[in-house]
């Protein structure tokens, strides 16, 4: 057991963020705040990939002269690493482009509350 | 945002921040092979510098630093710079993106691998830069009904 | 000679085409355009090629960069994805062709984005297909999903709210094959899927590699909008633009369908070991009950386009029920469902969009029978799809629906065989219900006020060619549907099956 | 439907708490994802990538090297999301000005 | 095995009214060019038919494979002896009906007229296809085609009436169709063929009893939506709303008949003989028919529209048919395909009369008919070989053809069947003759005044239909060897018997 | 590395998250939202993902930052939940 929660606490703590921002997406009315939840939600898995990288006696993944690079184990994982970048870049341009949407949104109905907004959609039909 | 701010101090610090900003930004860029950074963070870094002169600057004056207009298209510029690294590595020989082969005389494929990851990096540069600045511009300048702006007090 | 490059090159052209239509366009959005075409049609070209060459010499790799693939990037192209290759860049070309009017008149000065953004769609969904690494394949999800969400956002007023919803269930998605990729890297370490799979068959499918492939499944499936997280669809496809509409879902829900195949199928492998996990069956059922869902909702519909989305929805769910019957003959009408499918929507999406330019609406109740002399070959062509939907031989409907069938009966699945039924009389009554108000007289109507000469007001060519062009391929594809099973469709088949 | 949400959300997590709990240690050198070669003997792209990067790219961040020249084109892909985003935002707000 | 000859024939046979439709629609601006082309298309139609008919005399089969639709299964036409029936019966009485559509559409002033032939071109190629077809997936393929074709002609008057009746048409068949996709997949699967075969293509395998049951029930409901079996039937009533020579030559011949047809190559093709024997599933089809006879009788009686009165009795004698199949043994069965003819002819007949009444009179009901027949003696006279016909009277063909249908239900031991087909022969005579009565021997009211005969297009045609009937009641094998085509297909099916043994007629 | 901070910066992330949720001010919630990304570049580092951090720093302070001000400019910034 308490090895379970040593080799593994950072995923539960994860796992659990991820949740909430599930949660924001599926239950938050303000569409802004499902952004956050969408934010949190990504930024949850990109700290599972870059958790599964880490290496007990490992270090940052840039050519140290003194180690050599024969032994694999003494560096951290890079891939996983590299993996995020592309993660976060592709999360920063989702913001971009659902902002732009809320805006517009905002433009035409003068609200980003997801119960008005339905409502006056309603009218609209 | 469109106009220009009129508290002295954002004024000020924001007009000595940029050129330090787009400093590191540079830094970051070409220092991206020994360290963390690259090309993305690069470009982000110069991005926020010219948002941040937007901001200052106002909508109008900041046009003289960097025009709106041109943003996109430099920012497909970026990315075919990228692209075509790639394809001229395609033409001399090798498979696409493979920089051991692009088509530069007396480097060994190690360095030109090197010199490939910095033209690459170059163009994520240029793409990534332009193209936030392009979503900041196009943001801002988008017509809104009078009454959007009121509601922020 | 076609050599693996081939692979490569169509969503490079692609690519290449996204990147010059905004310098090429800027002043003037019908230059731009017209790069476009020439970017669709150089796919086009470069995926027939892949295709013979795939006949020819058998699955073309191609690795970026040089490096070998569980190091490098690969590009595989098997029978499956230059099949679907075909069938993207080929529905790519015809909307690129199409979209230029449409974009015109409805969405006006937006040409040039518009282009960019079509070329970029197929660039993510070509590239999916064809990319042989997980990761990869999530980027070009990305690219695809993104310019998807801009695509749809900009027609109706609701159209942005309608996009909002899908950005958000296809970034939950997105989110979901990211966890489930993570958990497959971090058990198996690697995320090449010819590696992956090797690495499946040799080792136990523990809970956390289940966890990890249902999150995949997950992932696809709100993307490929099965029922239950079909919630985006309707919205986006009514209240976007034509030729948005007319772009993406023909083949965007296709594709995501393709990843399900691909990692239940390919990467898990048909037979004993896929068979250990209920996600086959799980598929099966959801699919189920989206051919019913859909189907249902569908007749309830008045407007067109709305009642068109229904119908994919359930379209869907005959593809889910096709890969989850985990046979042959199961997958063989799941794989011809996605091309006939295509086809069909594309084509009335097409036409859908030809009725908003020339009546200005697309709502069904508001259709007299003006429309068959106002627009004979639109009607004809719409006539033809929606038979094709139906599934009335000898149209291509007709035979994917048989190969379920056989499929469905080969294993004693009489639910799924029902509900296939089912849903084709479904199917008749929704478009029964729009051919009567287009080809018939309503009765009720003073002969007064009915008019009594309707002048010809056809769409536009290049609107009007690729909607008749898709309905005739139909017939062809219904007749020749042996060549594509036996050649095409045959040397996909998972082994195992 | 909303209490039908809760509920399904809460299996997630129950899901999502069974399958973290079977994944490696974190920090253990022996997963799978930090080996030099897997079971079928195919090498893993991690140890690959520290040991080959410098020798192919004299380069000597590792990160750099994989993200543009190993994976280059998930780079591209990635510097084409932006693009992308930049398209799409123009496409979604673009309003000529009267 | 039988010999076969390949020939393009059946091919032209089903396409020329196809190719038809292109020309009819292109002319249609030009009515007479627009009739030249389904006069046209209906003789060489008829022609190509006749030329077929050597070869499955000489006992071969006529076959014409075409490409490939499904692994293992081609769109493959054959004409074989039951076929050529079929065949011979649609091809030649499309000829009267061509003939007699002009005089009624333009005599009625329809609209939509070019629709209206083109459809009809349609339904005919895709009534030989089903007649031709060599397996049951392209009998599928042109049952389907046969359904939607056949609705522009159900709703052709375009009345709510008749939109509701293709609606509940265009349900019924679909449906139908639907069903008959199951059966043919699950017959697929259980045999791994789909090619029909004298005797049964599932005949010498051995199945589950429940599955065999079930199976068949799928394909009599498949085909017996368009055979009228109750209670598939109401969709033929309703359909009445078509023009007439639509429900003379769709609802008595085409249509009706390829579901009856269809009928027979389950029976003789699918099944056959032997395994429905075994498994007991004649007792359920003649149950099926039996009950549909005598119903169909009991509601005709009570019917005062002519053309719905018609319809029933078309239920009634299509079941007639189907109870012939049902008794298994080879008299029944060359009963029931010498009944196929026999009711074509003689249905048409009447169906003829009752438009040339409808467009001369414009009365469509029963009780109005009184002394018509004094105004138009050819049409009523023709009217009363069709009824006589129907009525089992000699020497109108039907006559032989239910006698043989007798003659089988007491080869097969049923006689319940007997007595039914007698009893519906006393209804038929019933709700039939009593028109003819009242026609010649009743006075009509003071309108009848100054009308005379239709026009000729629509006279000549009825009584060339029951000049027809009275021909083959006397010489059954007149022309075009009708008898001997049908005594060839019983073998085929009946290999080990000779069907009238005893002398036949 | 040290559990301790790890753990502090989890709860701290945990924390952020729901009261970026909770926030009934848009402007307060997309600054927190900030914290959590600075919070999350931290945790990073001490994972040894340098790369990465530094990456989530520049997006999330500079780019996102100025992103999410933005679109709460040009909408709304108050909230009802």
């Known amino acids: ?125 | ?153 | ?497 | ?98 | ?505 | 590395m040290h559990w301790q901070i790890e753990i502090l910066l989890l709860v701290i992330l945990v924390v952020a998250a729901l009261t970026a949720l909770q926030l009934k001010n848009l402007l307060a919630a997309v600054v927190t939202l900030n914290i959590f990304s600075f919070m999350s570049a931290a945790l990073m580092v001490s994972m040894g993902a340098i790369d990465v951090a530094f990456t989530e720093a520049v997006v999330g302070a500079g780019a996102v930052g100025i992103f999410n001000i933005l679109a709460i400019f040009r909408t709304t910034r108050r909230t009802l939940d």
């Open chain 3, 1 to 497: 000679m076609i050599g693996p490059q081939i692979c490569m090159l169509i969503p490079v052209v692609y690519l290449f085409g996204a990147l010059l239509v905004p310098l090429i366009g800027w002043r003037r959005g019908a230059a731009g355009w017209g790069m476009a075409l020439a970017a669709a049609a150089g796919a086009f070209f470069f995926s027939l090629g892949g295709l013979a060459g795939v006949l020819q010499r058998g699955s073309l790799s191609y690795h970026l960069g040089g490096w070998m693939p569980p190091i490098g990037i690969e590009f595989v192209m098997d029978p499956l994805s230059a099949f679907l290759e075909v069938v993207i860049t080929g529905i790519g070309l015809l909307a690129v062709v199409y979209t230029r009017r449409s974009v015109e008149h409805e969405i006006p000065d937006r040409l040039m984005p518009f282009s960019s953004l079509a070329l970029l769609v197929l660039t993510g969904l070509s590239g999916m297909v064809i990319t042989g690494d997980l990761f990869n394949l999530y980027v070009f999800l990305e690219i695809s999903a993104l310019a998807g969400y801009a695509l749809i956002a900009v027609g109706e007023r609701p159209a942005s709210y309608a996009a909002f919803r899908y950005l958000g269930m296809g970034t939950v998605g997105a989110s979901f094959y990211l966890l489930g990729l993570a958990f497959l890297y971090m058990t198996l370490g690697t995320l090449n899927m010819a590696d992956l799979s090797r690495m499946l068959a040799v080792t136990d499918v523990s809970a956390t590699v289940a966890v990890g492939l249902l999150l995949l499944f997950m992932g696809a499936a709100l993307k490929m909008a099965l029922f239950p997280m079909h919630g985006w669809l309707p919205d986006a496809y009514t209240h976007a633009s034509s030729a948005a509409t007319a772009l993406i879902a023909p083949i965007g829900t296709k594709v995501a369908g393709y990843i399900l195949i691909r990692v239940l199928l390919y990467l898990l492998g048909a037979g004993e070991k896929g068979s250990g996990l209920p996600l086959l069956s799980l598929l099966a059922y959801l699919g189920a009950a989206a051919v019913i869902y859909g189907s249902i909702l569908a007749v309830c519909q008045s407007e067109l386009k709305r009642m068109l989305a229904y119908s994919s929805i359930a379209q869907v769910g005959y593809i889910a029920i096709g890969v989850g019957l985990n046979s042959a003959l199961g997958f063989t009408g799941a794989v011809l469902h996605i091309l006939n499918h295509a086809c069909m929507k594309a084509s009335l999406f097409f036409v859908s969009g030809g009725l908003r330019l020339r009546l200005g609406h697309s709502r069904i109740p508001r259709f007299t029978n003006a429309l068959r002399r106002a627009m004979p070959w639109s009607s004809a062509a719409f006539a033809l799809a929606a038979l094709s939907m139906i599934g009335l031989p000898p149209t291509a409907g007709f035979f994917s629906k048989w190969y379920l069938a056989l499929g469905a009966i080969e294993q004693s699945r009489w639910l799924f065989l029902g509900v296939l039924l089912f849903s084709s009389l479904l199917n008749a009554v929704y478009f029964f219900r729009v051919l009567e108000r287009m080809y018939l007289d309503r009765p009720g109507i003073e002969p007064a006020e009915r008019p009594t000469s309707v002048a010809r007001h056809e769409a536009p060519p290049a609107m009007l060619l690729p909607a008749v062009a898709l309905s005739s391929a139909l017939l062809v594809i219904g007749l020749g549907n042996t060549w594509i099973v036996d050649r095409l469709i045959g040397p996909m088949i998972p082994g195992g099956m």
């Open chain 4, 1 to 98: 439907m909303k209490t039908l949400n809760r509920i399904l959300l809460l299996a997630l997590g129950v899901v999502l708490a069974v399958a973290v709990a079977g994944l490696p240690p974190r920090g253990d050198i022996q997963a799978p994802s930090h080996l030099a070669a897997n079971a079928t003997g195919a090498p893993v792209a991690g140890a690959y990538y520290i040991q080959n990067a410098y020798r192919h790219a004299r380069t000597p961040n590792m990160v750099t090297v994989i993200l543009a020249d190993y994976r280059g084109f998930d780079t591209l892909g990635e510097t084409l999301v932006v693009f992308t985003g930049a398209i799409a935002v123009l496409f979604i707000l673009r309003r000529r000005t009267p």
């Open chain 1, 1 to 125: 057991m308490i090895d379970l929660i040593r080799g593994h606490y950072v995923y539960f703590f994860l796992a659990g963020l991820f949740l909430i921002g599930l949660y924001a997406i599926m239950f938050k009315g303000n569409l802004m705040k499902k952004i956050i939840g969408m934010s949190i939600m990504q930024s949850s898995v990109i700290l599972f990939y870059v958790s599964s990288a880490y290496k007990d006696g490992g270090t940052v993944p840039v050519l140290d002269p003194r180690r050599g690079v024969e032994n694999p184990d003494l560096y951290l994982n890079p891939l996983p690493h590299c993996l995020m970048l592309t993660a976060i870049v592709v999360a920063v341009v989702t913001l971009g482009v659902s902002f732009a949407m809320i805006i517009d949104i905002y433009r035409n109905y003068e609200t980003i509350e997801e119960p008005l907004l339905l409502e006056r959609l309603k009218d609209e039909a």
């Open chain 2, 1 to 153: 945002m469109r106009e220009a701010s009129t508290s002295p101090i954002i004024q000020v610090a924001i007009r000595g921040l940029m050129p330090v900003i787009q400093l590191v930004g540079l830094y970051v860029f070409f220092h991206g092979h020994y360290s963390p950074g690259g090309g993305f963070q690069g470009g982000v870094l110069l991005a926020v510098s010219v948002m941040l002169g937007r901001l200052a600057l106002g909508l109008e004056m900041s046009q003289v630093v960097f025009r709106s207009g041109i943003a996109v298209g430099l920012s497909a510029v970026g990315v075919m710079i990228y692209a075509a690294t790639g394809l001229a590595a395609l033409l001399g020989g090798g498979e696409f993106l493979n920089y051991g082969f692009l088509p530069i005389p007396g480097l060994d494929p190690p360095a030109l691998r090197n010199l490939g990851i910095l033209l690459i990096e170059a163009g994520v540069t240029v793409g990534v830069m332009m193209a936030l600045i392009a979503i900041y511009d196009e943001i801002v300048e988008s017509r809104t009904e009078s009454s959007v702006l009121a509601t922020f007090e």
């Open chain 5, 1 to 505: 095995m039988e010999e076969s000859v390949s020939s393009a024939l059946p091919l032209f046979a089903v396409g020329v009214s196809l190719a038809a439709v292109p020309l009819i629609l292109w002319s249609r601006g030009r009515p007479n060019l627009r009739e030249f082309w389904t006069l046209a298309a209906a003789f060489a139609k008829a022609l190509i038919v006749l030329a077929l008919l050597p070869e499955v005399l000489a006992g071969r089969t006529v076959e014409c494979r075409l490409l490939e639709i499904s692994p293992e299964i081609a769109l493959h036409l054959k004409a074989d002896p039951v076929g050529m029936v079929f065949a011979l019966v649609s091809s030649s009485l499309w000829i009267l009906t061509s003939f007699y559509s002009i005089g009624y559409v333009r005599g009625a002033g329809e609209k939509s007229q070019t629709r209206y032939f083109a459809s009809f071109a349609v339904c005919l190629s895709a009534t030989l296809g089903i007649a031709f077809s060599a397996n049951l997936l392209t009998f599928l393929i042109f049952y389907e085609i046969l359904s939607i074709a056949t609705y522009p002609l159900v709703i052709h008057k375009e009345t709510a009436e008749a939109l509701r009746s293709g609606r509940q048409y265009l349900v019924y068949a679909l449906s139908a169709g639907v069903v008959l996709i199951a059966a043919v997949a699950w017959t697929y699967n259980l045999s791994g063929t789909l090619d029909f075969r004298p005797g049964g293509l599932l005949a010498d395998r051995a199945f589950e009893a429940a599955d065999l049951r079930v199976l068949f029930l799928l394909f009599i409901a498949g085909v017996g939506v368009k055979a009228g079996i109750m209670p598939l039937q109401s969709w033929l009533p309703a359909a009445m709303v078509a023009p007439t020579p639509v429900s003379a030559l769709l609802h008595a011949v085409a249509v009706v008949k390829s579901g009856v047809f269809g009928v027979i190559r389950v029976v003789g093709f699918v099944f056959g003989p032997s395994l429905m024997k075994t498994h007991g599933l004649d007792a359920i089809l003649a149950a099926f028919a039996g009950a549909t006879i005598l119903f169909a009788s009991l509601i005709a009686l009570r019917q005062d529209n002519l053309k719905i009165r018609l319809a029933y009795s078309t239920i009634g004698h299509l079941s007639y048919i189907v109870l012939g199949m049902a008794m298994l043994v080879p008299e029944a069965f060359s009963g029931g395909l010498l009944h196929l003819a026999a009711h074509a002819t003689t249905k048409i007949a009447l169906f003829f009369c009752a438009g040339a009444i409808y467009v001369n009179l414009h009365k469509t009901e029963v009780s109005q008919l009184n002394g018509i027949g004094r105004v138009m003696p050819w049409t009523m006279s023709a009217f009363a070989v069709g009824a006589m016909g129907l009525s089992g009277l000699p020497p109108v063909n039907a006559f032989f053809s239910k006698y043989a249908l007798c003659l089988g239900t007491v080869e097969a031991g049923r006689l319940p069947a007997l007595a039914v087909l007698l009893m519906s022969g006393l209804l038929n005579a019933a709700y039939l003759l009593p028109i003819v009565h009242r026609a010649f021997f009743r006075h009509g009211g003071r309108e009848l005044e100054g009308h005379g005969e239709a026009s000729a297009w629509m006279v000549v045609p009825l009584c060339v239909a029951a000049a027809l009937s009275l021909l083959l009641g006397f010489r059954p094998n007149a022309l075009v060897h009708l008898f001997d085509l049908v005594l060839l297909g019983t073998r085929a099916v009946f290999p080990e018997s000779v069907p009238f043994a005893g002398g036949g007629p």
